[in-house]
């Protein structure tokens, strides 16, 4: 029964940390709940008022597109977007109706509406929702070949899905901003949970002797380590949007520290657990200590418990000798414990125990990378220009030049199903950002398609003219469309084919013809709309990688700048947790940009976007050890440094001295130190636009002049060491990608 639990517990941790705050699982049941409520009503008004199925239909498919679309923070805002909707899609409605006698007409009307849905973004969510409201009630006006005398109907059906709309999102599924942060917190620890079992499953007896299975390993560890980034990053965009003086007595900013310090200890002790060796040789404490870890990230863990596990891993780390791999571990394994109590003491509204803080982690393993190896052409320089015309108009100009084209196309595929071309050209632009993308967003559309016209032949043979049955499944197919959407566009293609299936179904026109020209049509507009991504105002995929990478650069210089003059005047203003949060951000932003090349590409080409990704990586983890000793420096908050295995003094134990004013020798040489450090970014920043770089020598700080008379004190707050740590590993991680001096 125990190992029961205890699969049943992973498996909702394993699902927390890959849904943080149950984002997707909240978005595909609003969904779902409107599209339930609003069949029930339209439908049974339909048979009430002895009026075509399609009519119900309408009403349905807007009102549950819209409560999709809309992602607006507050109800406030969600309720005001929704009941503006009601404009655009009445208006497309009626223009439809209107034009749909003149069939060239219709054609234009929709590449107009095509191109003023997707120019609408610049305005942000209101503006996706109003420009997918136009954009979904002219098609499904097109697809149920409306008519002018059905239009006052169809206007009603649309505003009675909007007001069912309204109120999933208002009244039966609002936000709870508590509620969110509460999730958001439980999706934090699962991460950390998951994070720290992977480091643990990495180091088992048997991985060094199965090469495949620790690659899989390796990968599992990295999942669970960017689950954890992504978490504490929508903590963060909760506190941005919600404003924690609103809902915890806390307040932002320590609640903020405390996330920021809960995710850096967690990472700090999966890094010294990976380095420790193997778990049949780790010490009794440091496994006791990892046992009170997990206790401390369980959400079913009582106070009682939690202050036990807080009691017995200090017990362990007062005894700890951090000179050895199980000494250190069980010393970070003590501030990982203290930090996630602290977070959760926080997010109750209670004051928080004050715990020690840990070193930084110790020195990572190396990886060898080389400059970016992207194909180009002779001649051409790396520098990306910023267009002149806006993404969002830019995008349009594209959307409405392919609609032009898959609609003749699409006409000589199908008179009657040529809209199909049309839509799925507009959907391979939704969101993209270069050509690459528009690629694989057209691949994948194209493959879930095929799979879905296979499935649904054979589905929609099994289930014949059932109602009941059709409707069933409709709705289960729209809820795993919209969960799936960001999961995988091939999955969502598939269950939204299966979904047209019932649709047609249900409408009595289904046969393997009309899925199998649904396929024909998506092939061509698929085909048509990365031809248009390539030869109309095209954006190279490389130029977006290398423009995102830059901005990741750019960030990091302004990290590493602003960590250090807040140490050096801590009566300064920096946001340093703001900063280190736009850094991950940045590197998101590099991860989402570089994903098309590591599909399209060559292997060479996968494996150096793969090696910078790493060193950005590295940078990351190293520039957030450098903010939070900035501000230990900055603040008087203890912040010890790292302490690897072989160093002859000791990490402070809880209550040492709080940090001290630097002094003038120390400042100018940390100064010196993050200069250099910030022209080895440029020297990277060059290199990565194609500008000859000259080679470089390692950062070498004489840690005397920086540390001054702090070197052979027992007991000393450590952040200033931390912060020379911090750097030189930001420094050692980006010589992997610039040119060393052959001295060396």
Request: proline fraction near 5%; charged fraction near 20%.
């Amino acid at each position: 029964m125990r190992g029961a639990f205890d699969v049943w517990q992973r498996g909702v941790r394993a699902y927390l940390a890959a849904d943080p705050g149950l984002a997707r699982l909240r978005s595909a049941s609003g969904v779902t709940l409107t599209l339930v409520l609003a069949l029930l009503v339209l439908i049974v008004g339909a048979r009430l008022a002895d009026q075509p199925l399609p009519v119900a239909l309408l009403g349905a498919v807007v009102g549950t597109l819209i409560a999709g679309a809309n992602r607006e923070h507050t109800v406030r805002a969600r309720a005001v977007t929704t009941v503006l909707a009601a404009l655009p899609a009445m208006a497309s409605v009626t223009l439809a109706a209107t034009l749909n006698e003149w069939r060239y007409a219709a054609d234009l009307g929709f590449v107009v509406v095509l191109f003023l849905a997707t120019w609408a973004r610049r305005f942000g969510v209101r503006g996706v929702v109003l420009g997918m409201a136009a954009f979904v009630a002219y098609f499904f006006s097109l697809f149920l070949h409306t008519t002018v005398s059905e239009v006052p109907r169809l206007l009603l059906s649309v505003l009675v899905g909007l007001a069912l709309a309204l109120l999933v999102l208002t009244v039966l599924l609002p936000n709870r901003p508590t509620t969110e942060l509460h999730r958001l917190m439980a999706a934090l620890r699962a991460a950390c949970a998951l994070a720290v079992e992977a480091a643990v499953q990495k180091q088992a007896p048997d991985a060094a002797h199965d090469a495949r299975g620790a690659q899989r390993r390796e990968r599992h560890l990295r999942r669970q380590l960017d689950h954890l980034s992504t978490s504490a990053l929508l903590i963060e965009s909760w506190l941005d949007t919600y404003g924690a003086d609103l809902h915890a007595t806390a307040g932002g900013q320590p609640l903020s520290l405390a996330v920021f310090d809960a995710q850096l200890s967690t990472e700090q002790l999966v890094d010294t657990l990976i380095r420790s060796g193997t778990t049949d040789t780790w010490m009794p404490e440091q496994l006791a200590a990892v046992d009170d870890v997990r206790v401390s990230l369980r959400e079913g863990s009582s106070a009682d418990q939690l202050d036990e596990a807080r009691r017995h891993v200090h017990g362990l780390a007062d005894q700890a000798d951090t000179r050895t791999p199980a000494g250190l571990a069980t010393y970070l394994a003590a501030h990982t414990v203290d930090a996630h109590l602290t977070v959760r003491d926080l997010a109750l509204d209670r004051d928080p125990a004050s715990g020690e803080q840990a070193p930084a982690p110790a020195e990572s393993q190396g990886t060898t990378a080389r400059r970016l190896p992207l194909p180009r052409r002779r001649g051409h320089h790396l520098r990306w220009h910023e267009p002149h015309l806006l993404p969002t108009t830019k995008a349009a100009l594209q959307v409405a030049a392919a609609a032009v084209v898959a609609t003749v196309v699409g006409d000589l595929v199908s008179p009657e199903r040529w809209y199909w071309a049309v839509l799925t050209a507009f959907v391979v632009y939704n969101g993209t950002q270069s050509r690459g993308d528009i690629l694989t967003r057209a691949w994948e559309r194209v493959l879930g398609t095929f799979l879905g016209v296979l499935a649904g032949v054979v589905l929609g043979a099994l289930v014949g003219r059932h109602t009941t049955v059709q409707l069933v499944l409709l709705v289960a197919f729209v809820f795993i469309a919209f969960y799936s959407l960001q999961i995988s566009r091939t999955v969502q293609a598939f269950f939204l084919t299966m979904m047209l299936a019932m649709l047609y179904g249900l409408l009595g026109v289904f046969s393997v013809d009309v899925l199998a020209l649904r396929l024909e049509e998506t092939a061509v507009g698929a085909a048509i709309g990365v031809a248009a991504g390539y030869l109309i105002l095209p954006t190279r995929t490389r130029d977006t990688v290398v423009r995102s990478i830059d901005h990741y650069l750019d960030t990091l210089s302004t990290v590493i700048r602003g960590s250090v003059e807040q140490a050096l005047a801590p009566a300064g203003d920096v946001d340093l947790l703001g900063q280190g949060r736009d850094l991950d951000k940045a590197l998101q932003g590099v991860s989402t940009s570089a994903t098309p090349l590591t599909r399209w590409r060559t292997v060479r080409v996968n494996r150096g976007i793969r090696q910078w990704v790493r060193v950005l990586r590295a940078c990351d983890s190293y520039s957030r050890v450098l903010a939070r000793a900035a501000y230990a420096l900055s603040s008087g908050v203890p912040s010890p440094a790292p302490s690897p295995v072989g160093d002859t003094t000791q990490p402070p134990r809880a209550g040492a001295d709080a940090a001290t004013t630097v002094g003038d020798r120390p400042a100018g040489a940390l100064r010196a130190v993050s200069e250099e450090v910030d022209a080895h970014v440029s020297a990277l920043q060059a290199l990565l636009h194609g500008e000859p770089v000259q080679p470089v020598s390692p950062v070498r700080p004489a840690l005397e002049d920086v540390l001054g008379d702090r070197v052979p004190a027992h007991g000393r707050d450590g952040s200033l060491e931390t912060a020379v740590f911090a750097l030189t590993r930001i420094d050692r991680a980006m010589l992997e990608l610039l040119p060393r001096d052959p001295a060396e």
